[in-house]
């Protein structure tokens, strides 16, 4: 065989079951449980935790290209009270006011702790951190993965890297642990625990994305951040907020890197085709002037459908070879490689970059779908914790945010976990979870998981809000969407995996699935335009702030898979 | 999109597991039967250059797949060692720059 032909895979269909007890379990070694794992050991370094990763802790996630900037922070001059008023306009007043603040009191904490640790942060002559936008830190960030690893390894942290989690265990009502895949053994993990954090980040994947074929992982969120997060939440009752809060990111065109570095870091303007900047026409008398994120995506796709597209960044003003050109390359090799890529060929080339849309995900740290938790990053599921991505109700918190989160989850877990015993976990549920993870290797023809893949993100796409009907919704759409994702669900009896790695594909796409149908009840039932392009209901075109100054929740009955709905009020506690 | 070139490749010496098939975020690197590293399937690529900066002899350039760029496009190699990361961007005319950025700071605690 050639090099670099592979054979078919030859897979054993190992059936081992490996037992591990700890005291508190994380789900996921990204940006929030690093933190949160070093934090608990920190606190008490005789406790007894363990990450379980499906990736290597070392560049896993959201983080693993590195960041160029750390987007929150309170500078001199700015408080958490600040903060709050910032992400409460941003967000238009639905959010959880406890859940920002208690965030926001902890972020220069945490940035200072990661500095520590080895990240390597810009000052000004005055000692501060030099800043990049208003709220946002200038780092050199590309080894930040890595250095949280590090510092998780340095407090003496058990890792279980190769590990995808499938499922929470719960008895009693209680969350005791969770089982996980080894994706390169495919041995079945199965974890005891006196608390578990979840943090295994958001969801990608749910919508077709913009390029296809060799192009179709060039996406702004973690590819391999697949919802499953959500999905251990979900199937187990646990109750969800905002998840018709979807995250669309304006980005870079075909590379979809975030425009933070072109626009705060390089002054970029944006322009459309025919060179005019257009913000500040808008600006004038738009209703969502103050909500600069979706101002700036909404404002691109309006340019886009009055014929003014494309619409670009604009970077002229840095010419070629000058000292401010190489800053900026330096910034997105720190986060962006494959934009600056772009910027070297001919895209480039002409001083300004495409901007566009991306296709939807969900994103608790940018948008605020995610687990319904409390100050304390308690679910509505006794023993079990949220922070970063997978937790609701905070947008805008990104990695120092998430770090937050971390740090109070591992908090709230120690101290819960006192007088916790967790009873043995019963062989059925084992024998079952077996059953459900390895059956797919088991049967030779069938749906492929790519197939399945592809045919969620069509169906979302088409009815659920995607790029091809620029994001907008409707009753009859959505209502064909609801339609369709039980029955696609219900072919998990016919998903074939040839090897390890597509055996991880295989229950992905099912968490994906689970995540899509409360996705699509969610957009159902808010019956208003409140967040444009994340949430813009034709048949429902204005915001309504009388009826819905509300949360959307959720909980899936376990036995019967339905979805039911629970409106909260916005501090978090009233159920309406 | 990731080309490993197998005339600079050593397959990691003899390390069963390879340096770029321990840190891909998506699993994809797996290896032949003759311990080659091998992208499986190459469209799963995320381009987080991971795999690019922990290969010790730099075997692994990332380019934009020909979708995105038709042109003989840029492509990028790089290389983490130390507290530094190495950079050199090929442009398009296929002129080379080079950068070192700082990446660790010293006097971690
Ligand atoms: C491209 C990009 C650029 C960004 N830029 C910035 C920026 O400039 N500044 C900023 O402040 N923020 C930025 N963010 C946001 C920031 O990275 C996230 O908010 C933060 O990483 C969220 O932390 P998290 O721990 O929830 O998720 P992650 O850091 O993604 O960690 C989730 C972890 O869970 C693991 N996992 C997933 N599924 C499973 C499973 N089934 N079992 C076990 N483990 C699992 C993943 O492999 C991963 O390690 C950016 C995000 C992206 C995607
Ligand atoms: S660039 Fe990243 S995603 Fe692509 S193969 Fe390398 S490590 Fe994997
Ligand atoms: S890390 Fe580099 S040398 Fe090692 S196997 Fe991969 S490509 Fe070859």
């Given at each position: 065989m050639k090099v670099g032909q592979l054979a078919p895979e030859r897979y054993r269909m190992t059936t081992k079951v490996v037992n591990i007890d700890t005291d508190i379990l994380i789900i996921g070694g990204g940006a929030a449980g690093c933190y949160a794992a070093v934090e608990a050991k920190t606190l008490e370094p005789g406790v007894r935790c363990l990450i379980m990763e499906k990736a290597h802790i070392d560049r896993s996630g959201c983080l693993a290209m590195g960041l160029n900037s750390i987007n929150a922070y309170l500078h001199p001059g700015q408080d958490p009270g600040s903060y709050l008023n910032y992400v409460k306009k941003e967000f238009m007043d639905v959010l959880r006011e406890d859940l920002v603040l208690s965030i926001a009191e902890g972020l220069n904490d945490v940035v200072r702790k990661v500095e520590k640790w080895g990240l390597p942060i810009e000052k000004t002559n005055d000692g501060n951190y030099k800043p990049r936008g208003k709220r946002g830190v200038r780092v050199h960030g590309e080894r930040l993965k890595p250095i949280l690893a590090e510092a998780v390894r340095r407090s003496k942290v058990n890792v279980l890297n190769r590990v995808a989690a499938t499922n929470l265990i719960v008895s009693d009502g209680r969350v005791t642990g969770a089982f996980g895949l080894g994706?390169?053994?495919?041995q079945l993990y199965v974890v005891k625990a006196r608390g578990v954090i979840v943090a295994a980040g958001g969801a990608s994947g749910l919508y077709r994305p913009a390029?296809?074929?060799?192009?179709?992982?060039?996406?702004?969120?973690?590819?391999?951040?697949?919802?499953t997060g959500y999905a251990l939440g979900i199937r187990a009752g646990a109750e969800m907020t905002s998840f018709e809060n979807r995250f669309v990111a304006l980005r870079v065109k075909d590379v979809q890197a975030p425009t933070g570095t072109l626009a705060l870091g390089a002054g970029a303007k944006q322009i459309n085709a025919r060179g005019e900047p257009y913000l500040d026409k808008y600006y004038?008398?738009?209703?969502?002037?103050?909500s600069s994120t979706y101002f700036r995506l909404l404002t691109t796709m309006l340019e886009n459908a009055a014929g003014r597209g494309p619409c670009y960044l604009d970077l002229s003003h840095l010419g070629r070879g000058t000292k401010e050109e190489r800053q900026f390359k330096e910034d997105l090799l720190h986060m962006s490689p494959t934009a600056a890529l772009l910027w070297a060929g001919r895209k480039g080339s002409g001083g300004r970059l495409e901007i566009s849309g991306s296709e939807p995900y969900i994103v608790g740290g940018h948008g605020e779908a995610g687990y319904w938790i409390d100050v304390r990053r308690r679910t509505s599921l006794p023993g079990l914790y949220a922070a970063g991505d997978v937790a609701g109700g905070a947008p805008k918190k990104y990695a120092s945010g998430s770090w937050v989160e971390g740090r109070i989850a591992a908090r709230t877990a120690l101290e819960e976990m006192g007088s916790v015993e967790t009873p043995d976990i019963d062989a059925d549920i084992v024998e079952r979870e077996k059953e459900r993870v390895t059956a797919p290797l088991k049967r030779d023809t069938g749906i492929r998981p790519q197939d399945m893949e592809e045919r969620l993100q069509k169906l979302m796409d088409e009815y659920a809000g995607g790029l091809s009907t620029r994001y907008e919704l409707n009753e009859e759409r959505l209502l064909i969407a609801r339609d369709l994702l039980p029955g696609l669900r219900s072919h998990a009896d016919l998903l074939t995996a040839g090897g390890y790695h597509e055996l991880v594909s295989a229950l992905e796409v099912l968490d994906r699935i689970d995540v899509a149908r409360v996705v699509v009840e969610h957009l159902l039932y808010r019956?208003?335009?409140?967040?444009?392009?994340?949430q813009s209901r034709l048949d429902y075109p204005e915001r309504d702030d009388d009826r819905w100054l509300r949360f959307v929740n959720s909980m899936m009955?376990?036995?019967?898979?339905a979805i039911k709905i629970i409106e909260r009020g916005l501090n978090g506690n009233d159920r309406l | 999109m990731v080309t490993i070139d197998y005339n600079v490749c050593n397959r990691c010496g003899d390390a069963k597991e390879k340096r770029c098939e321990r840190i891909c975020p998506g699993d994809l690197i797996t290896q032949d039967e003759g311990g080659w590293p091998v992208v499986?399937?190459?469209?799963?690529?995320?381009?987080?250059?991971s795999c690019v900066k922990d290969c010790p002899v730099a075997a692994i350039s990332l380019r934009l797949p020909f979708q995105i760029e038709q042109d003989a496009g840029a492509s990028l190699k790089a290389s983490a060692r130390g507290d530094k990361t190495f950079w050199t961007i090929t442009d398009r005319k296929g002129e080379k720059e080079e950068f070192t950025l700082e990446a660790v700071r010293k006097n971690v605690s």
């Open positions: 994706v390169r053994d495919g390029n296809s074929g060799n192009g179709r992982h060039l996406i702004w969120y973690c590819p391999w951040n697949v919802g004038a008398d738009h209703p969502i002037r103050n019956k208003e335009t409140r967040w444009p392009c994340s009955d376990t036995k019967t898979g | 499986r399937p190459l469209e799963d690529c995320w381009a987080c250059t």
